[in-house]
Nanobody
Framework: QVQLVESGGGLVQAGGSLRLSCVAS????????MGWYRQAPGKQRELVAT???????NYADSVKGRFTISRDNAKNTVYLQMNSLKSEDTAVYYC?????????????????WGQGTQVTVSA
């Protein structure tokens, strides 16, 4: 019933920029926090950035100062502006949203994940 779809990934040179978008759709009553995670080959999935519904943000130390997370609550969309990209940023980036479904087999907020979008930064 709930779907998250990421877009904006691709290949970019080191020092370049990309802007990721994630749109939530479906039977949604409300969305609390949204965020971005990433997973590089052979590594655990790690938090990149989160944003609360009121706009408070949190960033991983490795991206702080380079990445900016934002959201448009009216559009159920979260963005990740990535500047000064490094080869170490290469990963599959996943969108996450804490969603209260409009209906379902069990009530309560639950996390939903997108399919991921590949970001490759060439050295």
């Amino acid at each position: 019933q709930v779907q998250l779809v990421e877009s904006g990934g691709g290949l970019v040179q080191a020092g370049g920029s990309l802007r990721l978008s994630c749109v939530a759709s479906g039977s949604i009553f409300g969305i609390n926090a949204m965020g971005w995670y990433r997973q590089a080959p052979g590594k655990q999935r790690e938090l990149v950035a989160t944003i609360a519904i009121g706009g408070s943000t949190n960033y991983a130390d490795s991206v702080k100062g380079r990445f900016t997370i934002s959201r448009d609550n009216a559009k159920n969309t979260v963005y990740l502006q990535m500047n000064s990209l490094k080869s170490e940023d290469t990963a599959v980036y996943y969108c996450n949203a804490q969603v209260l479904p409009a209906w379902g087999p069990t009530p309560g907020i639950r996390p939903y994940w997108g399919q991921g979008t590949q970001v490759t930064v060439s050295a």
